[in-house]
């Protein structure tokens, strides 16, 4: 299915859920938070949500400085 990840169209296979999205791209679910159609996902969540053909995936993280 096609999908938006941050802005890039990304292909992932159908029923795909969050957490499966993050493992797919290599990015570890504990530094990010994420939002799907501009909704937010609890991390407890994960694993549970599927995402849609054309879904809108956010994928945020905090960045330190000084």
Known sequence: MNLVVN????EAPCETTVHELLGLLGIRPEIVAVEV????????????TKLAEGDQVEFVTL????
């Open 7 to 10: 802005g890039t169209a990304h």
């Open 37 to 48: 159609n501009g909704e937010l996902v609890l991390r407890s969540n994960l694993a549970n």
């Open 63 to 66: 960045v330190g400085g000084g």
